[in-house]
């Protein structure tokens, strides 16, 4: 594997308040090791490793804000409740300790939940739909749309309290907050739906604002959003540049600093109509057209990319040479890191020291381990 230097990875990057070591993100990913959704110490050694190892941005895996049914599996982390939140702090201290960088990633998951544990009448969603003309729970009321956002801002405001760096808000992949961006998933005809992605934007920009106003003016909020969804990979809510704008311009506006552009492929064109099969990526598109903060991510420094992994494939370390070569030219900001750093806690000190030949390969059984 020949890969170019590293040394663009390595530059700091201030946001508001919080100047990174680097650009390298450690991507949130679903861990499924919080028993009643209390983190342990288990998972605060997990984080820790990371932090050792200098990556600049850790994200939790996804945490639930406190509405009923707001999780898939029943060993995913609460971000809510006294014994979920002392064992955030446990979190946040041991990564301070080893001089990293960290924030939660808050989430309801929708409609998403299919586990039998689950009661199917506590599931909620713009319009009770899991995807087209598939009902799963009930369409949200006004009544409960108010306590999800408000949910969502206390959830902001207790990760603040307990000293995390940032917050980032789950807005993809077909969860809660993309249901709504969807026309696929939301029919309503009052203010919380409508025919362009802008009108249907309505409930994410509500939650940004009232997160914003948890945290104040100086605090980095993050929102992760995606074209694709995990009920269809080929769903995309923005055709064009001009309706991407439409609908990541007002979450801005609202108070998000940074976008966190999911992909599939982070070297795949956004638009290769427009700039050609090796223009702008997600992120770059995000960057350039609202010029916010941006993260790119998506089966970084990996020969198979990570839905593969959910299939049982092994994935071998691959050439950085295009990621490099797109933060050279500042197409975006920072990068997250996802099945090799869950794979190799060590990842980014050993890319920045250039061995990349003791890189290891992405082996699914670490998915069922705190490596």
Do not use: C
Not at 128 to 148: N, V
């Amino acid at each position: 594997m020949t890969t170019k230097t590293a040394e663009t990875l390595f530059r700091p990057l201030t946001i508001k308040g919080l100047t990174l070591k680097n650009r390298i993100v450690m991507a949130p990913m679903t861990r499924t090791f919080s028993p009643k959704g209390v983190p342990g110490q288990n998972v605060a050694d997990y984080y820790r490793r990371r932090a050792e190892s200098d990556v600049g941005l850790i994200l939790s895996e996804g945490t639930v804000v406190a509405r009923p049914a707001s999780k898939n599996h029943p060993n995913i982390p609460f971000f809510h409740g006294d014994a979920a939140l002392a064992g955030w702090k446990t979190v946040i201290d041991a990564v301070h300790g080893a001089g990293g960088r960290m924030g939660p990633q808050i989430w309801h998951t929708g409609s998403t939940i299919a586990d039998k544990d689950y009661n199917p009448e506590g599931i909620e969603s713009p319009s009770g739909l899991l995807a087209p003309g598939q009902p799963r729970g009930k369409a949200m009321t006004d009544a409960d749309i108010a306590d999800t956002i408000a949910a969502f801002a206390q959830a902001a405001a207790d990760a603040k309290g307990l000293g995390f760096d940032t917050v980032e808000i789950h807005g993809a992949h077909g969860y809660l907050i993309d249901e709504f961006f969807w026309a696929g998933t939301n029919e309503r005809q009052d203010q919380w739906g409508g025919s362009t992605i802008a009108e249907r934007s309505r409930f994410a920009v509500e939650v940004a604002k009232a997160v914003r106003a948890a945290v104040g003016p100086d605090f980095p909020i993050l929102f992760r959003a995606s074209q694709w969804k995990q009920q269809d990979f080929s769903v995309r809510l923005a055709n064009s540049p001009e309706e991407m704008a439409s609908w990541l311009q007002p979450l801005v506006d609202a108070g998000v600093d940074v976008i966190h552009a999911s992909q599939r492929r982070f070297w795949e064109p956004e638009f290769p109509e427009i700039d050609g099969e090796k223009g702008l990526n997600f992120a770059g598109w995000a960057k350039k057209l609202t010029g916010a903060t941006t993260i790119s991510v998506g089966s970084v420094g990996l020969s198979g990319e990570f839905i593969a992994a959910f299939g049982g494939e092994s994935s071998k370390p691959a050439s950085l040479d295009n990621l490099i070569e797109r933060m050279e030219r500042d197409e975006f900001d920072l990068i997250a890191v996802g099945r090799a750093l869950l794979n190799d806690p060590q990842w980014v000190t050993k890319v920045q020291k250039g061995e990349f030949d003791t890189l290891k390969e992405f082996s699914p059984a670490a998915l069922g381990e705190l490596v």
